[in-house]
């Protein structure tokens, strides 16, 4: 089994919901999962567990999305929001 890395390009927020952490993964074939667990690279003691998943901007050209682009829902604090964009995360399944 390889690594998966997510690294997050954006993340915005869903009123009530949580935060979508807009990312990029290394491997688009690899099956991540909701109640799965995100590792911070740079601090492994912070774990995340995805509550959501879903393609991001495929709308009308649904044929050409690309697979490695995706949308993670998680509940995090507003400040780990700000820390964590450009960081890369690591599944843990």
Known sequence: MSLIELTIDDIFEITARGYVL???????NSTIKI??????????????????????????????RRLDRIGILVEISDEEALEIKGKTLIVLN
């Open 35 to 64: 109640g799965d667990t995100l590792r911070n690279r740079e601090n492994v003691t912070q774990e995340i567990q995805i509550k959501g998943i879903e393609m991001i901007n495929y709308g009308s050209n649904f044929k050409n």
């Open 22 to 28: 807009t990312c990029v993964i290394n491997n688009p």
